[in-house]
């Protein structure tokens, strides 16, 4: 099976702090650490494990700068066998169907059975894949925690609510996207980015991929981010004030109060 | 020149989601004075039901009844819309496991702008939208403009617009199903696998004593263990603590999880992401414990306590087993 | 006068001279031997390199104290004199056992040097040298029959019981010194009966017993025990030494080989492969052990040497918390599988299949601290940090590492430290000092004679900064002149190492060499213990390194540090000797003088868990962060012992114990009963300044 996945190159948001600039227009990313978007991982980690199991290869693919290189050459370095760069000043400001629409550029050019994506990223959109997918007119499904290769088909088991697994059969090719869970990623150290260190990977820019830088960009996107912000506080919670014996007296006549103690 | 507004109403067992009526007011927010259409899909008597609840709140409720359309299948569904949907329209989604399944790909079908997640809608200049996001898991928000002028689809995250009071008033309730003939899918829905029940079912307990990462490890779950016995209660947690195994996953509140309408809730060491509260209905009396006095969960407790969770419960389990 | 017995070399059988069948034996058991040998060695010869031809007088006087001394021994007190009797006894009759062999094909022969007055001494000698190891055999069988030590015991998961192995090999030796004696009492019991000067038995001896049995018996019967003794020694002789590889008694043979190529240093860690440089790592095919021929001769010569003793185990931390490893059946499981890999007939069964999901388990691997007590008690010298580390490094090679170790050693690469803060704020810690103590940052381009090298958890956990600011207050009061590195400063990467990702630990080495050269200091200090092990034993090029305590001491000695009377005289203060400090670097005594600095301080010990017998608090570095399945926690075993000595308080020297035991304290529920304190928080707080 020939599988594309997805990845994004994002800031390490459990590893940073986020603060905002003074002029709102962005976060401050001088003393960010960037990695490969977690869901991302997970997404490269299955296609691996599948194409253990039934042969085939997985190309990773991502939409950015020289910088997101580094997160292409770790995948490949988890065991991914091909990467892809789509690079050009063109495709920055773009909003997620733009991304999405440069993707399928891409896909389009190869010969996939299954694209994966992770089910969000950064911003928590969780949009490019289903874009991904309506503009390649391929079935979809998202936040997919298992995946089983049947004949023909994948079956495959979405996380909903309440924890629940909604079990669907989805014909190939198509997009999925993928939730954290699903397996549990290998290892990837120094000594294996070493490893791929000199390999090729190919950079395409607007024109290999035969789009119109017009229809990108800003001007293409329907959608644009004004500026980041940190919302007022709100009044909040009562602070309870004391010594811990205080604060536990004051907590009991509250549980008291509101039934909490039987 | 307002365009039309609707908004996709999701229902189980005959009853609608809890945001069928917060979406009311959002569309509200977008154009105040355009009654928003509720779209129903289902299918037997327990669509009727939904559609009579819906007609109490919207002006019109369009009702698709058909077999395929009885589990809601996110790939099915979508070339519905796209096919009954006015060009320009305005479709509101929740945003849960559904929403983010139908909602990116319609957007694109039917070339309008897609919105995800919004948290408040500031308005409707022309035709731009202004909207508020949050990224990074919530630790910054952003201002959207969107051109809606071809349409949009927005999903509207849970609980950040009030619900309506649905009144008596009978909104129109109107038959479409024959829109909804000969749809097929390359997505076929098998079944849903419930998740363990597991010893104790926490969604129908009234006072929780929930567990995040400030407990810190699983030797020091018996602390909460220990105060949820003086109290009566039982023990919850948040997803952190089921990744690590130190809870089964029956015990999650979260949207990934259960959901819970407890009367009191103690949240210690739970910072307060939104998928976690996302689990927490109703009104519970909520009762934070947390070392971080910046934690977010201080923003929607009604109480709150800057203490290490570590220390603090076993010195309020001594005083409420003096109490008694 | 013709001897009272026929002796066995001039015996006949059914009319065939038993000289042939006594030729034959010893023939046909060496042939056997060495063809078992030869197997035996050639998985050694296919091993990974291991250079220890080297350093021989320190080899030698390892061998004359572990090995012929028994040093470690009587650290099980009646185990180990049981054995340092059989062990001597052993090597008193070797001289013996040879002439017998030999009696059988030479009649009257006796070794060069055995005649005479030497070889009467030798007789006597040989004689109690029996008995004694006949009484211990029969004690050792009823000790493993009736009381069965617990560390004896075989848990179900690795197999059966090893009683009977044990009781087969004592019941071995039993024979061959019953028949010896039986041979000889029959010779005395024969010139009796005929009235020749007997040769001397001596009195309470195996062979007395036996002669005076044998007193009365008739003249045929005594000639048929005479060479039925011989026969059943010889034959025994050969089968023992046949079966001698065959299990955990291959260490009599293997034991002096072993010790003589035991480790001679402490704290470090092997190379990746022997012979090949840091630099040249990157051309490697593959790292570490991953499957049995992976292992150095040496490794592999460890798993022969094992002698199945258990106290490894009995004193490992992890065992003794229950978690999935036991490292004596590291080494059995090991030895096993040699044996199958490499059997005695036919082919070779299989290729050689991956160790880890084959006799090992992940889980098995990663629950060691590296804390050095299996190795310390050890009487043969078996290394298990080696393995572990090789065993890791296979691991973390083929990307099999636990989800729970992932985060820290990606926030390790991309920031320096395993909580992933940022590197900016390393010396924030700096801000709490007070006390008009000025710390230098190196970062700023200031200059100071000595580094104080902080590490990471010390440098960013808010409870550990208190150690940092307390180390520093002492450095000043000393009137050391000192700085920090403060963001240039990354993690000294020593758990990195030791839990496989060799690569990551380089980098951080070369980083931070590159950092501390660049100050030109002179001397680097540390109150990390982990820290100071890695500074000192796997970093190079680097000036010397001192653990605080030293500094703390030389300052005492030299007036520049004065301590006022105990703040609470009435208290117990217990150390606890953290790993890397203790046994690791053998720093015991300096640390306990520090705290008896203090006038009117009260100290007590840990008398059966001090020094090189501490137990581990529950590991450093990574081992914060991984999640193992065990049923207590090894720091909640240790304050136990602490309370036990009757502690009020422990003072620990190493960050990470600190961590453990406050937690611990918690965990058993001893709060507001015992407290833990660091001891430059302990001596910081009785400066007088």
Known sequence: MEIMVCVKRVPDSAENEIVVKGDGSDIKRDDLVYSVNEWDNYAVEEAIQIVDRVGGSVTVVTIGNEDSEEVVRREMAMGAHKGLMLVDPAFEGCDGRGMAAILKAAVQQGKYDLVLTGAQADDGAGQVGAMLAALLDWPYASLVNLIEVKDGVLSIGREIEGGNQEINEISMPCVLSIQTGINEPRYVGIRGIRKVASVEIPVLNAGALGLDAAGLGPAGARVKRLDYFVPPAGVGAEMLQGSTDEIAAQLIDLLKAKGGLK | MAAQVFAFILHKDGKADDSALELVAAAKKIFPDTPPIAIVTGAGAALDAVCQEMAAAYPQVWKFANEVLAYPNAEIIRPLLLKVLPRGGVLLLPQNTFGMDLGPGLSVKMDAAYVPDAVAIEGLDGATLKVVRQEFNGQVSTHLACDISKGAVISVRAGCFPAVEARSAGGLVVDKSADAGGLSARRRFVEVLQAEVGDVDITKEDVLVSVGRGIGDKENVPIADELAKAMGAVVSCSRPVVDAKWLEKSRQVGTSGKTVKPKVYLALGISGSFQHMGGLKGNPFIVAVNKNPKAPIFQVANVGVVADVLEFVPELTEKIKEAK | ?689
Request: proline share 5%; net charge neutral; charged share 25%.
């Open chain 3, 1 to 689: 006068m013709q001897p009272a017995l026929i002796a066995p070399a001039n015996a006949a059988f059914v009319g065939i001279p038993a000289k042939i069948i006594f030729i034959l034996i010893p023939l046909v058991g060496i042939a056997v031997f060495a063809y078992i040998m030869k197997h035996r060695i050639e998985p050694l010869l296919q091993a990974a390199p291991d250079p220890r031809f080297s350093r021989y007088p320190e080899r030698i006087r390892a061998v004359i104290k572990i090995w012929l001394a028994q040093w470690r021994h009587p650290r099980y007190l009646l185990a180990g004199v049981l054995h340092i009797i059989v062990f001597f006894g052993f090597l008193t009759l070797a001289a013996r056992s040879t002439q017998l062999v030999v009696l059988g094909f030479a009649a009257d022969f006796s070794l060069p040097g055995f005649g005479g007055a030497f070889g009467h001494f030798y007789s006597v000698l040989k004689d109690y040298a029996g008995t004694a190891v006949f009484i211990c055999a029969v004690i050792l069988a009823v000790r493993r029959l009736a009381f069965k030590p617990a560390r004896y015991d075989v848990p179900e998961r690795y197999g059966q019981d090893h009683t009977p192995e044990a009781i087969l090999v004592l019941g071995l030796i039993c024979t061959l010194l019953v028949s010896e004696s039986l041979f000889d009492a029959s010779l005395v019991a024969a010139q009796v009966a005929k009235g020749q000067p007997t040769h001397f038995l001596s009195p309470l001896s195996l062979g007395w017993f036996f002669g005076h049995l044998l007193g009365g018996a008739s003249l045929p019967a005594l000639q048929g025990i005479h060479l039925t003794a011989y026969t059943i020694h010889d034959l025994t002789f050969f089968f023992f030494l046949c079966f001698l590889p065959m299990g955990k008694h291959f260490h009599v043979i293997t034991s002096l080989f072993n010790v003589f190529f035991m480790r001679l240093d402490y704290g470090n860690v092997k190379p990746v492969r022997h012979g090949v440089a840091d630099s040249q790592l990157d051309g490697l095919k593959s790292f570490g052990v991953k499957k049995f021929e992976d292992f150095t001769w040496k490794h592999m010569l460890d798993f022969y040497s094992c002698a199945d003793c258990g106290r490894c185990s009995d004193r490992c931390p992890a065992n003794r918390v229950k978690r999935p490893l036991s490292p004596r059946f590291i080494s059995i499981k090991a030895r096993d599988r040699c044996f199958k890999l490499y059997p005695l007939w036919g082919r070779k069964p299989e290729e050689s299949q991956p160790l880890i999901g084959g006799i090992y388990s992940e889980d098995e691997i990663w629950s060691c601290t590296t804390c050095g007590a299996c190795e310390q008690e050890c009487p043969l010298g078996i290394e298990y940090i080696d393995k572990m580390v090789d065993l890791r490094r296979g691991m973390v090679d083929e990307g099999m590492v636990p989800q729970s170790l992932q985060k820290p050693l990606s926030a390790l690469e991309k920031r320096g430290n395993p909580w992933g803060k940022m590197e900016k704020k390393r010396a924030d810690w700096v801000a709490g000092v007070g006390d008009g103590c000025t710390v230098k940052l190196f970062e700023k381009g200031e200059a100071a004679e000595t580094l104080y090298f902080v590490d990471s958890i010390t440098s960013y956990d808010d409870r550990m900064q208190k150690i940092a600011q307390a180390t520093t207050r002492i450095l000043c009061a000393a009137g050391v002149d000192f700085g920090v590195l403060g963001k240039d400063e990354k993690d000294s990467g020593h758990e990195v190492r030791r839990f496989g990702e060799e690569m990551l630990f380089q980098t951080l080495k070369e980083q931070n060499t590159e950092a501390i050269q660049a100050t030109e200091v002179k001397r680097i200090v540390t109150a990390d213990p982990h820290a100071y092990n890695a500074l000192k034993n796997d970093y190079s090029n680097l000036p010397p390194v001192k653990h605080i305590s030293e500094i703390i001491i030389e300052s005492l000695g030299s007036g520049r540090l004065k301590l006022k009377g105990a703040e609470n005289g009435s208290k117990t203060y217990v150390y606890h000797d953290p790993c890397y400090l203790g046994r690791h670097n053998a720093l015991y005594d300096i640390p306990r003088r520090a705290i008896d600095a203090i006038p009117g301080i009260r100290r007590g010990e840990m008398p059966a868990d001090c020094r090189d017998r501490s137990f581990c608090c529950g590991g450093g570095g990574l081992m914060l962060f991984y999640e193992p399945e065990e049923e207590t926690r090894m720091g909640v075993v240790r304050v136990k012992m602490a309370r036990d000595a009757g502690a009020d308080v422990i003072v620990t020297a190493c960050p990470f114990c600190l961590v453990n035991i406050e937690d611990a304290i918690k965990v058993a529920g001893l709060e507001g009963k015992m407290e833990a304190i660091d001891l430059c928080e302990l001596i910081d707080r009785h400066i007088q300044r």
